[in-house]
Structures are given as structure tokens and as C-alpha cells.
């Protein structure tokens, strides 16, 4: 008698269908239609690390992140690193000019292990002709990134480096401690810098000084706040 349990192909087909069906763009989509998704995307996973995309690579294609982080950044003639988007779960990001996304200066690159679905520009092309819902919610997303990117952009000419720093912990804090205080988890200082077109030392200083105010309290990789009413001042100012 044979055994119903599913083979491992089927598990992962099944597991992929899931997760492609939770993307925001694919909501909503027949069976028929995500059954036709799946099979025009393949799905990988990847090391924290891995460059997905440089100035170098003139090939396009498009990812969807199931898990993991992934960092788009650009390099100055300095060498400098300044992070334009940070990406996560359930995010849509590439290399394609039928989306507006050239990113000819970019990079992605995994800040952990990533699970992503990736998607060649002939298939993506096919899909947004083939669905305007599809394209609509792109668009949509894509919107949402330039208007982050403009709010940064916005912030690095017209706040300090204390109200930079006091913006992007207000904006990232989505995690709790067992007081219900919000948090930020993951990020170094480095990071940190690179985020809002700093230096290193010069957001450590902040942190310090914020710190000994009594805003926020410093752990490892974790940045409790703890007077956001104060940080949003500083923000703001």
C-alpha cells in the first residue's frame, strides 16, 4: 500500500504556493493564477552576505523576500555606505526598468539568511499585462519605498544628527520588552550610521548622550526607548 504522505517536492510546492499567496501583491489571485506564479518564479534560499544586485550586473530580475533582511545601499567615491532602503519580509525589490527600479548605482545584499522567490523580467512582464491588479499593487509598493526614501533623503538635509537618529529609532521600534516598552533589535551603530549618512563615532556619541538623559537604554544590539515623547522632540526639532 502506498504511503500518503506528501513527498518532499510536493511539501516544498505546497510551502512555496503558501507563502507566494500571502505576498501583498498575489492577494486575491484564483488558484488557477497562483498555480501559473508558481511556476514562473523559483525559490531559494541564501546566506547573509550575498549581493543580489550591484552596479556591475546589467541583468534584471525581481525578487520576493519570504525571510530574511535585505540592505540596498550605494557607495560614494569615498567608499561611504549609505542604506536608501531596508527590507524585509514580504518585500518586492530588484533590478528592472519596466518597474522604474534601475538602481544602476545600488547594491542589495542579505543581512541574514534570506528565502526569496525570484522572477525574470519576461514573466514579470507577462504578469502585469496579464493582471492590472498586479501592476496597481507595485506600483503601490514602489510607491511607498520613494516616499520612505524621500523622508530620509528630507531628514539628511534638514535635522541633525541627534534628530536623524531620534527618527530612525522612532520608525523602526516595532518590538516589546516584558514592560511593553518598544524597541529596536538587530541594528549596530555602524548600521546605524550608514542608514542616516553618518559616522560611526558620531552615532555612538548620540547614543551615549541619549542614554545618560535617560531616552533610551543601550543593550546588545537592542535600543530601548524610553522617553518617546522626548525623542519625538528631538525629531521634530
Not at 550605494?74 to 514580504?90: C, D, F, H, P, Y
Not at 525589490?93 to 545600488?106: P, T
Not at 514579470?124 to 514602489?142: G, N, T, W
Request: charged share 30%.
Amino acid at each position: 500500500m502506498k504511503s500518503m504522505q506528501p513527498t518532499t517536492a510536493q511539501a516544498e510546492r505546497t510551502d512555496k504556493l503558501t507563502y507566494l499567496s500571502m505576498v501583498e501583491i498575489f492577494q486575491d489571485l484564483s488558484k488557477s493564477e497562483m498555480e501559473h506564479i508558481d511556476r514562473v518564479t523559483t525559490m531559494v534560499t541564501t546566506p547573509k552576505g550575498r549581493v543580489f544586485y550591484s552596479p556591475a550586473d546589467d541583468s534584471e530580475v525581481l525578487f520576493l523576500l519570504k525571510k530574511g533582511n535585505v540592505d540596498v545601499y550605494r557607495i560614494n567615491a569615498e567608499g561611504k555606505k549609505l542604506v536608501t532602503a531596508q527590507l524585509s519580509k514580504g518585500a518586492v525589490f530588484g533590478k528592472m526598468g519596466i518597474l522604474g527600479q534601475r538602481m544602476d548605482e545600488a547594491y542589495a545584499e542579505a543581512t541574514s539568511e534570506c528565502l526569496i522567490c525570484v522572477m525574470s523580467r519576461s514573466d514579470v512582464e507577462q504578469l502585469l499585462l496579464k493582471d492590472p491588479r498586479i501592476a496597481m499593487r507595485l506600483a503601490q509598493s514602489l510607491g511607498n519605498r520613494l516616499a520612505e526614501a524621500e523622508a530620509r533623503l528630507e531628514d539628511m538635509a534638514f535635522k541633525s544628527v541627534p534628530g536623524r537618529v531620534a527618527s530612525l529609532l522612532l520608525r523602526l521600534a516595532d518590538d516589546t520588552d516584558w514592560r511593553g516598552r518598544k524597541a529596536v533589535k538587530g541594528l549596530t551603530h555602524q548600521q546605524i550610521a550608514e542608514i542616516i549618512g553618518s559616522y560611526r563615532e558620531t552615532v555612538t556619541l548620540t547614543l551615549n548622550e541619549f542614554r545618560n538623559a535617560g531616552y533610551v537604554d543601550i543593550g546588545r544590539r537592542k535600543i530601548t526607548l524610553l522617553d518617546e515623547p522626548k525623542l519625538s522632540e528631538i525629531a521634530e526639532a
